[in-house]
């Protein structure tokens, strides 16, 4: 799938559908030529590079007014060598100079791919290939660009390794994981932004001159801002135009960018983002960047979906996770908050094992003196008053129930009112001399420092070495602020935030090693830090401390553009809903809460009889739909970001095609509404198949151009039984009865 053609200097990575060329240009430098649909044939550079027609401009060589970097369309651009753009990355030696030049010096291929000291996507050899190219600077460093090509899923992935080979200290203020110059600009870029409780919401705008971003100096991925985007065309919709899809495999700061110059070429980047970032190499050491993944499309969004989500399936999500049925969980939180003892939770588990509910997670208030949310953290042994059996005894109760039993934990954050605090100060991170600011009276304890991770760690492995624990959803609730750790000299003050994620990533390392049956959901307030490296430890994250039915449209449609449903979890909760108060049904509650990992955040005691009944069914109807939710393609069919977002449409096909569930929502009900008509995908059009509600089976073709008719629930004279008011739904399955 790689091929280097040393006349021409090219190297072409291509698989059956795509084609990513880059090539060594006159001074040593790599040039980006294409990223888009396989191209083929013999390839030449002048068929991809701007012609040098720009005056009253700078140039590289001597009495050559014809070559400058600033008209070229670059592979990863350097900082100050006659290209004014923003470069890829920025590095300072010792006399202060910021100058380098970086040529290439050699590459390699090879089968499969490398693993690296970062979560990275994985791949057996049969599976991809992978491009090695090796620049060197004259002062002894040594950049590595790495590329690798998936066989059957148009994927390129990308990072960077630098090595100083010399014998000086250099400092690095800038390093991307991955940068390509595009040959236009007109595109509209899709960004997934927000904030606690709207996570991941759409947005698009066309490129225009100038650098747009998306970005977090929060010390985490974020709610705010996602690391990834899209380019996409103007025409570009759910079936059919160009898109290029990125996202940085990464959980802490950073920073993807598009930036669109006087020649009209976009340049695109991402990685680590460069705000308070200053890292020493000193000689023979290496520094690593995260994993960038880049996906081209000429079919739609729903195609660059359905490739992530096989990325994310088959190459991202532990081997040993891939093909493991998610639980259907009952959270004790919005039932009990902190109030709660040892029979009051095995009360709540008792109820949910007798409406089919397969695991109860335990969730903040088990250990320390955890009353409230200002003291506990950092505590992590057993609260012996709630809970006099320990976690041990409690998880037996629970596996007695035929349930299996999760736990939550928070192992990043402190309070001050604690046994740890009392004994070590130190560990908070913050300048000693200033104010340190709380969120939710919480700290964040320095990760950068072993001892601290090694504390933890010792404290959790007494608990659950002790206790049978399936599961755990590890919370994270506050970002950092004032950003300063006591463990690191002042010339490494810059490094804080990357080697404090560093040390979040150790910590998963231990705990998934030495307990590998312990299924871990990640979770940051919610949604705040979901991202393909998370999911490298946790097959699933808690997709938005929101769990309003309506709310949850937009987050979890949003969301799907990267991750597939496999990876959200998702509940329904009681009402009036505890995050925005609206009241919602039960069965719409339920019909969101199916598209992702299916479980209940309420207190199950206090349900009467017809609840508890609708919830045996949601159960059942789930655990039948559970293997083709999670395994099948999904299919945004109507989006709450369009129009007045009043409808929204959801589908599943079975990879084979002869299944599919499909949900159609509607916010509000009103008047004299005309009739509508949901066009389902994916499926084939000769084929008949049978069709919830409908007597007698239809082709695929009525489903898709026609579509399934739906009747307004009020249409002045008669009230349809089955939907009435606000916050509808209505489910169909549909399977193929024969070709």
Request: net charge negative; glycine share 8%; hydrophobic share 35%.
């Amino acid at each position: 799938m790689i091929h280097f053609d040393q006349e021409q200097g090219i190297f072409h990575l291509n698989n059956n559908r795509i084609s990513y060329i880059i090539g060594v240009l006159t001074n040593g430098h790599l040039g980006h030529f294409y990223f888009g649909k396989k191209l083929y044939g013999p390839l030449k550079q002048e068929m991809f590079r701007t012609p040098q027609n720009k005056g009253l401009t700078s140039n590289v060589f001597d009495g050559n007014p014809s070559f400058s970097l600033n008209n070229e369309r670059l592979e990863y651009p350097i900082y100050g060598t006659t290209d004014f753009r923003d470069p890829a990355f920025d590095l300072e030696n010792a006399g202060g100079s910021h100058i380098y030049d970086f040529k290439y010096k050699l590459h390699e291929i090879i089968q499969g791919k490398n693993k690296i000291s970062l979560p990275a996507s994985y791949a057996d050899d049969d599976e991809a290939e992978t491009l090695i190219v090796y620049l060197q600077d004259e002062s002894g460093l040594e950049l590595m660009l790495s590329y690798t090509i998936f066989t059957d899923l148009d994927i390129i992935t990308r990072h960077t390794l630098i090595t100083n080979e010399g014998d000086e200290s250099h400092y690095i203020q800038k390093l991307m994981s991955a940068s390509l110059d595009l040959k236009d600009s007109d595109y509209q870029m899709v960004q997934f932004s927000g904030d606690w409780i709207k996570e991941r919401h759409q947005y698009t705008t066309p490129l225009r001159p100038g650098i747009q971003s998306v970005y977090s100096n929060r010390g985490a991925s974020s709610s705010n801002h996602h690391p990834s985007l899209i380019l996409k065309r103007k025409k570009t919709c759910e079936t059919k135009g160009e898109a290029i899809g990125m996202t940085l495999m990464y959980s802490g700061n950073h920073l993807i960018q598009c930036e669109v110059d006087s020649n009209n070429i976009t340049r695109i980047m991402g990685g680590i983002s460069p705000h308070h970032f200053k890292w020493s190499l000193e000689p023979k050491e290496s520094f690593q960047t995260p994993e960038m993944i880049m996906t081209y499309t000429d079919n739609g969004l729903e195609y660059l979906s359905h490739t992530l989500h096989d990325f994310v399936r088959k190459h991202v999500v532990a081997k040993k996770w891939q093909n493991v049925l998610r639980p259907i969980v009952l959270n004790n939180w919005e039932a009990t908050y902190f109030d709660f003892t040892e029979e009051k939770i095995v009360e709540l588990a008792r109820e949910a094992s007798q409406l089919g509910v397969e695991m109860f997670v335990l969730d903040d208030g088990w250990f320390g003196n955890r009353n409230s949310d200002q003291t506990g953290l950092g505590d992590w042994f057993v609260n012996m008053e709630k809970l006099p059996n320990g976690i041990k005894g409690l998880s037996k109760r629970i596996h007695d129930l035929d349930m299996k039993f999760g736990l939550w934990i928070e192992p990043e954050m402190i309070n001050k009112n604690t046994k740890l605090y009392d004994v070590h100060p130190d560990w908070l991170i913050g300048d000693p001399t200033r104010k340190i600011s709380h969120g939710r009276n919480q700290y964040v304890l320095d990760f950068s420092r072993k001892e601290v991770i090694d504390h933890i760690f010792d404290q959790l492995t007494k608990v659950l070495d002790d206790a049978h624990v399936d599961y755990i959803k590890w919370d994270m609730n506050k970002n950092i602020t004032e950003a300063y750790s006591r463990g690191l000299s002042k010339n490494k003050q810059g490094e804080l935030f990357h080697r404090y994620i560093l040390g979040v990533y150790d910590l998963y390392e231990r705990l998934t090693k030495r307990y590998p049956n312990i299924m871990i959901e990640s979770c940051a307030s919610g949604g705040g830090r979901f991202d393909y490296a998370m999911m490298y430890y946790a097959p699933q994250g808690w997709t938005s401390d929101n769990t309003d039915g309506v709310e949850r449209l937009k987050i979890q449609h949003a969301t799907s553009m990267f991750f597939p449903l496999v990876t959200m979890a998702s509940h329904v909760s009681d009402v009036p809903n505890h995050q925005v108060g609206r009241m919602t049904s039960l069965k719409m509650r339920g019909d969101v809460a199916n598209f992702g990992t299916f479980g209940y955040e309420l207190d199950v005691t206090k349900l009467n009889e017809a609840d508890k009944a609708a919830i045996k069914e949601q159960i059942k109807t789930f655990t039948s739909l559970r293997d083709l939710i999670h395994k099948g393609d999904f299919y945004r069919l109507l989006s709450p970001f369009d129009g007045d977002g009043n409808n929204t449409g959801w589908q599943v096909v079975s990879k084979s095609g002869h299944q599919s569930f499909v949900t159609w929502y509607q916010v509000l009900s009103r008047p004299n509404e005309p009739v509508k008509y949901f066009k389902l995908r994916g499926l084939d059009e000769k084929s008949l198949y049978r069709v919830t509600g409908m007597e007698e089976p239809v082709s695929g073709s009525l489903l898709m151009h026609q579509g399934i008719m739906i009747e307004p629930s009020f249409n002045g004279v008669e009230m349809k039984p089955y939907a009435l008011g606000d916050f509808q739904s209505r489910t169909y399955f549909i399977e193929k009865v024969y070709d």
